[in-house]
């Protein structure tokens, strides 16, 4: 089946840093692909998603460019808030199920 | 809207007994599901619904039963809780499964649950 992996955390940030979670897939063909974040105590929030090769998905400053040459869609910001601190997580869409990653847990520190 | 609910919060069982996690969402959507989130592991299928009468089995459904029959409710059973089953379980709702619409899955809060 596909699976999706992601770079192990936590990782640790000053405030203004710039921040990449890396991301590869391992899939038939070239699914949809999405980045969600979960914030403390809540559920997940998708925060972006791109559907085909060569799209960027962008939204709070967050972007990911869809790479089907490197099975990549790793998720970067210029510069993170201490707001940004959550659990962001890689998922892959295999027919009518999602497939997540294991979640990279980001702090901020001010 | 209160979008998806899940009650309890939290709830600590015995092995072998038995319990049903609640989920209901008031968005009309038509796809539902169940996911089990566990340290390192991130978030795993259990059950999902297409619809109501309709259920299928996701990447874990040993061990859990579910069932629909309204559109609103999709509730998760532990017929006999084991240790393993000590997770915090998400149900998620979205307006299908066609391409678009399955991906904007709206969580619930979710719900710990830790088995003695």
């Known amino acids: 089946g596909n699976s999706v992996t992601q770079m192990e955390g936590p990782v640790t940030l000053s405030e203004e840093a710039f921040l990449t979670i890396n991301c590869t897939y391992t899939?038939?063909?070239?699914?949809?692909l999405f980045w969600y974040v979960q914030y403390p105590g809540e559920g997940l929030q998708l925060l972006l998603k791109?559907?085909?090769?060569?799209d960027k998905g962008s939204n709070k400053g967050f972007e990911a460019t869809y790479r089907k040459e490197t099975t990549s869609f790793h998720l970067e910001k210029g510069s993170v808030q201490v707001s940004d601190s959550a659990v962001y997580f890689c998922?892959?869409?295999?027919?009518?199920?999602?497939?997540f990653g294991a979640g990279t847990i980001l702090r901020v520190k001010s | 809207n209160a979008g998806v609910t899940q009650t309890p919060k939290f709830q600590v069982l015995k092995t072998g007994q038995s319990m049903t996690l609640q989920c209901a969402q008031d968005m009309n959507h038509e796809y539902m599901s169940w996911y089990r989130q566990d340290p390192g592991m991130g978030l795993r299928l259990i059950h999902y619904?297409?619809?109501?009468?309709?259920?299928d089995q996701g990447e874990v459904p040993n061990g859990y039963n579910v069932s629909r029959s309204t559109t609103e409710d999709f509730p998760l059973r532990l017929l006999s809780a084991a240790p393993s089953q000590t997770s915090v379980y998400f149900c998620?709702?979205?307006?299908?499964?066609?391409?678009?619409?399955?991906?904007?899955?709206?969580f619930g809060p979710g719900t710990r649950l830790l088995v003695l």
């Open positions: 619904s297409v619809g109501a009468g309709i259920t």
């Open positions: 791109a559907t085909k090769a060569d």
């Open positions: 899939a038939t063909g070239y699914p949809s």
């Open positions: 998620a709702s979205s307006y299908g499964r066609l391409a678009g619409e399955l991906e904007t899955q709206y």
């Open positions: 998922a892959l869409k295999e027919g009518n199920k999602l497939v």
